[in-house]
């Protein structure tokens, strides 16, 4: 196989080409602070550094491997081959699942288990360089897809947690959903799949070749179109008069462990989003958070969110769910004036940045599409 990959030059060419791809997006990711595709999103600065860290190892694992091109020993192929591997497991595997698991910005999650799912493939690198032997490659590569497996259960149910913070804490969705990393990770597990176990010929190293543009398009855009969505220290906001003290900042306990609203506060709450939130119009604003919301009303983000849970809804639904009336309230009075009107231009007007972003809110909270929608309101 290496042989007709030497004597191959359009693979030296895409090869090339991918190594300077994933050099100058490292570099990139590290130099610009401001992003390019997207001028008006901040990214997580975090993930940024991550994510060039992994496009530095993705074009180191590409320098490291370049030596077999001008080899013809089987020796030195095979000490090149298995120390690419080992290299490999220590750097672009590890950095790629911290990228991805840093696209979750509900709570910073450690990384000494990825130092510890990661060790026993470098103990198995190191043993198979010393001895220049492929005998554990195959062992290997089956502890790597049951990892790989492990880590789609995990993205899955984590991704799940963090659709759960969003709606509690954001009222806009858009650039804050991640549900495509676990998309990514599938797919990243079923190519090791088919190099490991299915294909060792040119093909699957023009494959690997293709994947890593893939895979750096997909870090590139995801990085970009993800807003930051870290919480200031000093977004917080006096609370009101109670005999108990609660953390304002602690987002992290789960609806069943926080504690009850106390007496007479749900009634308190109602009565000032009626008059601060409902009556000023507020729920207009763009991206308006839980904190911003609670600041605005005189209480605390903890609070807030204890209030809506009492009501059996979240944040997003209770700020949607004020758009969409103020929708039908413009739609009713456009019909009765006759006023000329498109529903994309009062979808606007009712605090959605995009008529994508309103379709997603109504088929989500309908399971219809808005023409579908607006038929049942009574569209001429």
Known sequence: MYDQIREDTLFIILYSM??????????????????????DITSPVRLRRWTAVFFASAALSHFWYMP????????????????????????????????????????????????????????????????LSYALIPMLYVYMLLLGVCLVIYMVRATKQYGHWLRNNYADL??????????????????????????????SQYALQVFDIVLIGYFLWRVETLSDLSIPVNDTAEE?????????????????????????????????????CIDTQLYLQHDMTLAQLAKSIGTNRLYLSQYFSSQDMNYNTYINDLRINHFVGLYREALDTQRSFTIQQLALESGYRSYSTFSDVIRRKTGKSVRAWMKELGEP
């Open 18 to 39: 991918v190594t300077a791809m994933a050099l100058m997006s490292s570099c990139y990711m590290l130099l610009r602070r401001a992003n390019a595709f997207a001028p």
């Open 68 to 131: 077999i091109f001008f080899h013809t020993s089987m020796e030195d192929i095979m000490m090149t081959d298995l120390t690419g591997g080992l290299l490999d497991s220590m750097t672009i595997f590890p950095s790629a699942i911290i990228v991805m698991l840093n696209m979750l910005q509900d709570r910073r999650r450690p990384l000494w288990p990825i130092a510890l799912m990661i060790a026993p493939f470098v103990a198995g690198g190191v043993f198979s360089v010393a001895t």
């Open 174 to 203: 858009e650039h804050k959903d991640v549900w495509q990393s676990f998309v990514v990770l599938a797919f990243i597990l079923l190519l090791f799949v088919f190099y490991a176990f299915i294909s060792q010929g040119p093909l």
């Open 240 to 276: 009101m008069p109670t005999t108990e003290k609660v953390e304002d900042n602690d987002l992290s306990l789960s609806t069943c462990n926080r504690p009850a609203l106390p007496p007479g506060m749900s009634k308190n709450i109602g009565l000032l989003l009626q008059q601060r």
